[in-house]
């Protein structure tokens, strides 16, 4: 009896403290739950239709909140935008790292980022860039400092990859062939040399990955590129008649 007495006290006691720490636990996970809602709106809004054109108020009045919410977690919208392209090259990092780690070449890893460009710039407002270095100077010296730090490693370490597997041209010099890429990758945003109206973002970064690619290549990693390019075609159009 005494026995059963004892497992009733503990789980009491276990009930009591799992009560505690759910009214403990429950207010932080709310406040978490509203911070990703603001942030995942926001970045919807910003990148359909550029940063300029989103007000505090769009935001506050797509969430269905008052701005009054929105101020509680973010100062203003400088502090918004800093951690919506936090979380942008945090994606985009993570993902780098990925598809290093699973690609079966250099090449492919090239590939692979195409894939994962397409995910990011599909819906993407070609203005983001601008608006940011204009009007949210620390969101982009965050974005600054990515491109110059992590994607300058990151597409150093492809081409010395490549040069190993005989993919790519031994007489390449790969510091000046990254450089010359990252503002390369630049050039797909400036409105003056490819508007909006008339060209494909998505589009036009592929035309320039796989330029980039061809001017790498050696005789047997241009095979290789004919052989990756033919699978994403029978890719993309086996999903497009799903």
């Known amino acids: 009896m005494s026995h059963i007495?004892?497992?009733?006290?503990?789980?009491?006691?276990?009930?009591?403290?799992?009560?505690?720490?759910?009214?403990?636990?429950?207010?932080?996970?709310?406040a978490e739950n509203t911070l990703d809602r603001i942030k995942h709106k926001a970045h919807d809004l910003v990148?359909?239709?550029?940063?300029?054109?989103?007000?505090?108020?769009d935001i506050a009045g797509a969430l269905g909140m008052s701005k009054k919410t929105i101020y509680h977690y973010f100062?203003?919208?400088?502090?918004?935008?800093?951690?919506?392209?936090?979380?942008?090259?945090?994606?985009?990092?993570e993902s780098c790292l990925q598809d290093s780690f699973k690609a079966k070449d250099a090449i492919h890893e090239v590939f692979l980022a195409i894939e994962m460009m397409q995910e990011m710039l599909g819906n993407m407002n070609p203005t983001v860039i601008h608006d940011m270095e204009k009007f949210h100077p620390r969101a982009f010296a965050h974005f600054t400092e990515h491109k110059y730090n992590f994607l300058y490693r990151v597409?150093?370490?492809?081409?010395?990859r490549g040069i190993k597997e005989e993919l790519y041209r031994e007489d390449v010099d790969a510091d000046i062939i990254v450089k010359a890429r990252l503002e390369n990758i630049m050039l797909?945003?400036?409105?003056?040399?490819?508007?909006?109206?008339?060209?494909?973002?998505?589009e036009v970064e592929t035309q320039l990955?796989?330029?980039?690619?061809?001017?790498?290549?050696?005789?047997?990693?241009?095979?290789?590129?004919?052989?990756?390019?033919?699978?994403?075609?029978?890719?993309?159009?086996?999903?497009?008649?799903?």
């Open 155 to 160: 597409l150093k370490e492809n081409i010395e």
């Open 75 to 93: 100062a203003d919208k400088d502090e918004l935008i800093e951690a919506i392209i936090a979380d942008k090259i945090k994606f985009n990092q």
């Open 47 to 57: 990148m359909q239709y550029g940063i300029r054109s989103v007000s505090m108020d």
């Open 188 to 202: 797909a945003f400036n409105q003056q040399v490819f508007p909006k109206n008339k060209y494909s973002l998505v």
């Open 5 to 30: 007495l004892y497992n009733r006290q503990i789980n009491v006691m276990e009930t009591l403290v799992t009560i505690k720490v759910s009214l403990v636990l429950c207010p932080i996970m709310i």
């Open 209 to 242: 990955t796989e330029h980039f690619l061809f001017g790498l290549a050696s005789q047997k990693g241009y095979k290789l590129i004919l052989k990756y390019q033919q699978e994403r075609i029978k890719k993309n159009n086996n999903e497009t008649k799903k």
